[in-house]
């Protein structure tokens, strides 16, 4: 679906490096369930009220953050633009304006980080600029008792009716921000200090609990347990057939790949990876199983770093993507249509490299000449039809 360039957008900032998480990742790339937190995170966008969605991600993540998006968004992908961000939050924050289209005339900025916020925060941020032409903050009031402290001792309370937690996204209008960060001279921690240091007004709206910001470990474990509370919709209680097909012409360069595995001496097949179609009709099996689109939406020449890859970094790519919607492998029956090469000596070894690359869930693969028929018949290329079940990643 082809969307009209809208008013609004929504810049998502994921390039943070997550030092206090430590979980080994960028914070927005760290599993939360079953996705990502950035993966979160756009779910809640993609349910807020239709908006150009800009995700600023680490430069080695791009790719990354691409296919959380464009799963995310589902008939929404024609909004979803991903650029790297910079060194600092108001870098990337910068490359996220610079890349907001023409129409654009309302922004809000969005920490991945707060991956739970309610879609109905967006909404409230984007109604409020609307009608004041502030800059608008979702806010929390401050619960606890507040102190000043001089090392061990307090010298004195704060009045806590005067104070208020901020949280995301901040919305303003695209004028008054972009102006305010062409003056900026310092970082600030929010986009709000910006425009309020360029001098211009700043309102709030009510926050929500839900969007704390995810910084520690305990963050990341309260999260957990609020996701595993939610209720799931009964229908990813049963399996999931899906059916995938591939065709590759011989003429490729190099030698060929088959199976998962290498065939000294053969002709190669074309293709912007290896061709191996085997391979390829797994992947789109598994994809269409867990609705998660096709090959190309995730391998193809828009993705320069699968050129060339082989069947175990497809695979294993795949299984990731279904793992973080949920899914897991149950089996996989692949048949090649092809009168060369003659499978059958190194069948066991091709379903066994197969099987590896999906983690070890069991794959049969089976071939038959066509009778001479058709192009596989003919020896112009191969075809292969793979049929895989995925079953709840909980079971």
Do not use: C
């Amino acid at each position: 679906m082809i969307h009209p360039a809208p008013r609004r957008a929504i810049i998502v900032v994921a390039a943070g490096s997550g030092t206090r998480l430590a979980a080994g990742a960028p914070k927005a790339f760290v599993g939360l369930g079953a996705h990502t937190i950035l993966r979160h995170a756009l779910d809640g966008v993609f349910h807020a009220p239709e908006a150009q969605v800009v995700v600023v991600a680490p430069a080695d993540r791009v790719g990354e953050a691409e296919t959380d998006a464009r799963l995310a968004a589902g008939d929404r992908s024609d909004l979803v633009t991903v650029v790297a961000g910079g060194a600092t939050r108001q870098q990337s924050v910068a490359a996220g304006l610079a890349a907001l289209w023409g129409d654009v005339e309302v922004v809000l900025v969005h920490d991945a980080a707060r991956a739970l916020t309610p879609p109905e925060v967006f909404a409230r941020v984007f109604a409020a600029v609307d009608e004041t032409g502030w800059g608008i903050v979702p806010v929390l009031p401050v619960i606890d008792t507040i102190k000043r402290v001089d090392g061990p001792h307090i010298t004195g309370g704060v009045d806590r009716a005067e104070l208020a937690a901020a949280q995301t996204p901040q919305g303003f209008r695209r004028d008054i921000l972009t102006q305010a960060y062409a003056l900026a001279d310092r970082d600030h921690t929010d986009d709000a200090a910006v425009v309020a240091q360029a001098g211009h007004q700043v309102g709030v709206v009510d926050g929500d609990a839900a969007s704390f910001k995810i910084t520690t470990p305990e963050d990341l474990a309260r999260a957990e347990h609020l996701l595993r509370s939610a209720p799931g919709p009964a229908a990813t209680d049963l399996p999931r057939i899906g059916l995938g097909t591939d065709v590759h012409a011989f003429g490729g360069d190099g030698e060929l790949w088959l199976g998962g595995i290498a065939w000294p001496g053969e002709q190669a097949l074309a293709g912007h990876s290896d061709g191996d179609a085997v391979a390829h009709a797994i992947v789109d099996a598994l994809l269409g199983a867990a609705g998660l689109g096709d090959i190309g939406t995730h391998f193809g020449t828009s993705h320069p770093e699968y050129a060339g890859a082989h069947a175990d970094v497809f695979l294993a790519r795949t299984r990731a993507l279904i793992g973080e919607a949920g899914w897991r492998v149950g089996n996989v029956s692949v048949q090649l249509q092809a009168n060369r090469p003659r499978i059958g000596a190194r069948r066991a070894e091709a379903e066994t490299a197969l099987s590896a690359a999906l983690g070890g869930a069991p794959v049969t693969l089976s071939a038959t000449t066509t009778d001479g028929l058709g192009f596989p018949g003919r020896g112009e290329g191969v075809q292969a039809i793979a049929v895989a079940l995925i079953v709840p990643a909980r079971f």
